[in-house]
């Protein structure tokens, strides 16, 4: 963190940056971008947040506009100085926000955009740089030195910040006439390769491409004492769809998620009736840094007749927290507190509006759109699937959007997984793992695969949760393949095969000899209906939990779940097991069973993609087993 010491009158107090901000200003001042204009772009969408925050707060305190109630953004450019100066006459920073605001970046995603950078510094670095909230610090690409002027609305002292982008910046306090009477004062001391930036044509170009929808007046100094708007200065989301372009709809985009890509999909549009408001909202193309974010946040700004109210009113839920823009409400009052949201009956009701729109247009994209609705699941497909079991109401309209891999497909829907049941298949199969490859490889599909039964392959975290909650779909109920018994019998082979010869005496004293060897390492041993290749495999109970979501548990510390014995199967028509059979229905119980068996139970294991129980024996038993079998 930035050492943080109160300055007294006139005192200047150096602070050290944040280690992540010392990396990132490397490197901005040594940039590796081509295309610089996003500086000023990031500038002005910061100072339009502070106009919308001072506006807000003047709701309550209306003095803190007093003296100058026109809020603006004016960009002075001053070729004698080499400076460029962003204004706004916002909110302002007192010395604390300075040295917190400018000092250290408070979200995690700094080291995510530096490795996103470093990985992907042509195609993407340059778009992700207002993504991860580090805006600000684009100045250092095209700024040699960066002056910060800054007095909190309603605050009598003001103060400068400073700093060359070399590690360290001061904070000195400022004469209140030499000081903004309220907000933020940006000089930027160009560089020499950087002073295109102080033609008007080239602010003019930059501002239409990025800022024009900025709902605040942006102006150009073209003097002392004149200045000429540059921006449209109107809410976009209050125009009509037809007068908005593509392109300025990616701007917009572009401004409140700081992904300057095409978005996925587009919402807009206007409800009328007992609650009146506008919608402006946007389905990414790629997935947001902050996706996974522990809190879960939706990032949906709320106006109130245009007047901004906060950035994460939780207008959708958190399944849909990927979705970004604006509502803006015409009949909820101004001076709804953030507190108040949580229980205001208007907000509750547009959640419930818009959410139920957004799955609807989802769904519509869906059926239209494959190529791009397999890009959205893609990246959101995890997230959504939260809203399996977090909202009952709305599990049928999100089953209508899931898609899922299986043993055959990419992208099935469910309803095209019922539309393929097998004869007598009267359940929805599935099986969850940690990777793909896992999943594939998992011994328990072999008597699925035999008789042509699709199987969704689930290796989401969340998948294990959703499916114990899941009642079913249409009458159809979810059963792991990795759970209870297979249930195979009255489903028939894809290829009929002959049946091993098998001695179910035989088979039935090597159980029993495996049931004695193991005691509790099992829950019990048992002929497998699921197996036709490999030997054996584990399996859970039917009133257990799902193996994988047992270790996800246990891993994640979850106090009450502990890793139960699983039971294992065997495969009577196995070679191996004919012949361990054998010998246990001739000898019974014998030292050289005793081993077979643990090496069975540790076989399961490693099929599974667990460890085992001790690698030294397995090892030393394996290593014997070839002594014998080679010497």
Not at 63 to 82: M, N, W
Not at 148 to 157: F, P
Not at 273 to 283: A, I, K, P, S
Request: negative net charge.
């Amino acid at each position: 963190m930035a050492e943080k010491k109160k300055a007294k009158a006139g005192e200047t107090h150096s602070h050290n940056f944040q280690a992540e901000v010392a990396k990132l200003l490397h490197l901005m001042v040594h940039s590796v971008y081509s295309d610089r204009d996003v500086f000023l772009r990031e500038l002005i969408s910061n100072a339009a947040d502070a106009l919308d925050k001072l506006r807000y707060e003047a709701i309550a305190k209306p003095e803190l506009l007093a003296g100058a109630p026109d809020l603006a953004i004016t960009v002075t450019p001053d070729k004698t100085a080499k400076t460029l100066t962003v204004a706004d006459n916002g909110i302002g920073m007192s010395e604390e926000e300075l040295v917190d605001n400018l000092g250290t970046i408070a979200k995690s995603g700094t080291q995510a955009f530096m490795e996103q950078a470093k990985a992907d510094t042509d195609k993407g670095g340059i778009h992700l740089i207002g993504q991860f909230g580090v805006g600000f610090y684009s100045s250092f690409m095209v700024a040699q030195k960066v002056e910060v002027i800054s007095r909190k609305a309603g605050a009598d002292e003001a103060f400068t910040w400073t700093s060359d982008g070399s590690g360290t910046f001061t904070v000195t306090p400022v004469k209140p006439e030499e000081a903004p009477q309220r907000g933020t004062t940006i000089v930027l001391h160009l560089k020499e390769d950087a002073l295109e930036f102080l033609e008007d044509w080239k602010i003019e170009e930059v501002v239409r491409a990025y800022s024009d929808h900025i709902a605040h007046p942006i102006r150009l100094a073209a003097g002392p004492e004149t200045t000429r708007q540059i921006n449209a200065a109107s809410a976009i989301w209050t125009r009509a769809k037809a007068d908005i372009t593509p392109d300025q709809y990616k701007e917009f985009f572009g401004h409140i998620t700081g992904a300057y890509s095409d978005p996925a999909l587009t919402l807009h549009y206007k409800a009328e009736g007992r609650n009146e408001y506008t919608v402006l909202l946007f389905v990414p193309g790629e997935k947001p840094f902050d996706l996974y974010d522990p809190e879960r946040r939706g990032r949906q700004k709320l106006y109130v007749r245009r007047v901004f109210i906060t950035s994460d009113a939780e207008l959708l839920p958190a399944y849909l927290r990927f979705v970004r823009g604006v509502i803006d409400s015409e009949d909820m009052p101004l001076n709804i507190s953030r507190e108040m949201l949580q229980h205001n009956p208007q907000v509750a009701a547009i959640r419930k509006a818009v959410t139920n729109k957004v799955l609807a247009e989802l769904k519509k994209c869906f059926e239209a759109e494959p190529e791009k609705a397999a890009k959205i699941w893609e990246a959101f497909g995890p997230v959504i699937k939260e809203g399996l079991y977090e909202d009952m109401e709305r599990r049928d309209q999100l089953f209508e959007i899931a898609r899922f891999n299986t043993t055959k497909r990419e992208n099935v829907t469910l309803k095209d997984y019922v539309a393929d049941l097998k004869t007598n298949q009267t359940a929805i199969y599935y099986l969850t793992a940690e990777d793909m490859a896992k999943a594939k490889a998992s011994p328990q599909l072999e008597g699925f695969r035999a008789r042509g039964i699709e199987v969704l392959l689930l290796t989401d975290a969340v998948d294990s949760f959703w499916v114990r909650m899941a009642l079913g779909f249409d009458g159809k109920p979810f059963k792991s393949v990795t759970q209870g018994a297979a249930d195979l019998d009255l489903i028939p082979l894809e290829k009929e095969t002959p049946n091993p010869d098998t001695d179910e005496g035989a088979t039935a004293a090597l159980i029993a000899v495996i049931k004695q060897t193991l005691g509790d390492q099992v829950a019990d041993v048992r002929k497998s209906a699921r197996l036709t290749d490999s030997p054996v495999c584990l399996v859970a109970s039917d009133q257990g939990l799902d193996r994988t979501l047992e270790k996800l548990l246990t891993r994640q510390g979850t106090t009450d779940v502990k890793v139960t014995a699983p039971i294992l199967e065997i495969n009577a028509g196995h070679a191996l097991i004919q012949a361990l059979a054998e010998t246990a229905k001739k000898n019974g119980a014998s030292l050289e069973l005793g081993d077979a068996s643990g090496l069975l139970l540790d076989l399961a294991r490693v099929m599974d993609g667990e460890r085992v129980a001790d690698p030294a024996k397995f090892a030393g038993s394996v290593s014997a087993l070839m002594q014998k079998a080679y010497g």
